[in-house]
């Protein structure tokens, strides 16, 4: 059977818009995995700054001797060279602090607020991360349909989320 011109014109004009609905979806859903992945660095650098960069920064050790109002406090005794002791420093009061209990950690510049040191610190500035990797995840499965690259950003979620569970 011959296929008429206005046939073949309708399928050209029909697999046009197809995929221009496709390049639209892609750079869409492309956008929105970009902007949550920068949320998620964005998030965790303010914390993760101070304890993976802490050349010339004040290190030493915390006794959490209070915590209310969502932060928690203690004396500070300096371990780096040029830190001095100060009576009272301030944690954010999470799950991975403790009342009663000594923690390493990094002051902040300009201020009595301190964060977590070592593994522990590290991984958990970098729990936002985690959160935006399995956020994300899901719209480069659904969005982008790219199946094995969500996998691959969950599992790094959920493996980065684990490990900051475990090392608190």
Same mark, same amino acid.
């Given at each position: 059977?011959?296929?008429?011109?206005?046939?073949?014109?309708?399928?050209?004009?029909?697999?046009?818009?197809?995929?221009?609905?496709?390049?639209?979806?892609?750079?869409?859903?492309?956008?929105?995995?970009?902007?949550?992945?920068?949320?998620?660095?964005?998030?965790?650098?303010?914390?993760?700054?101070?304890?993976?960069?802490?050349?010339?920064?004040?290190?030493?050790t915390?006794?959490?001797?209070?915590?209310?109002?969502?932060?928690c406090?203690?004396?500070?005794?300096?371990?780096?060279?040029?830190?001095?002791a100060? #009576?009272?420093?301030?944690?954010?009061?999470?799950?991975?602090?403790?009342?009663?209990?000594?923690?390493?950690?990094?002051?902040?510049?300009?201020?009595? #607020?301190?964060?977590?040191?070592?593994?522990?610190?590290?991984l958990?500035?970098?729990?936002?991360? #985690?959160?935006?990797?399995?956020?994300?995840?899901?719209?480069?499965?659904?969005?982008?349909?790219?199946v094995?690259?969500?996998?691959?950003?969950?599992?790094?979620?959920?493996?980065?989320?684990?490990?900051?569970?475990?090392?608190?």
């Open positions: 059977m011959p296929v008429s011109a206005a046939a073949a014109r309708s399928r050209q004009a029909s697999s046009a818009s197809s995929a221009l609905l496709t390049f639209g979806r892609v750079t869409a859903m492309g956008t929105v995995t970009a902007l949550i992945l920068i949320a998620g660095v964005w998030a965790s650098w303010g914390t993760a700054q101070h304890v993976l960069l802490t050349k010339g920064r004040e290190r030493g915390v006794e959490v001797t209070r915590c209310a109002d969502g932060w406090s203690g004396p500070y005794a300096p371990v780096s060279a040029g830190s001095q100060r #009576g009272r420093v301030v944690l954010e009061d999470s799950v991975a602090v403790a009342e009663g209990r000594s923690y390493g950690v990094v002051l902040k510049p300009g201020g009595d #607020g301190a964060v977590r040191a070592g593994a522990a610190g590290v958990f500035a970098w729990v936002p991360l #985690g959160g935006a990797l399995l956020l994300a995840s899901v719209v480069v499965a659904g969005g982008l349909r790219r094995r690259a969500a996998w691959v950003m969950a599992g790094a979620g959920v493996a980065l989320l684990t490990a900051a569970f475990f090392a608190v």
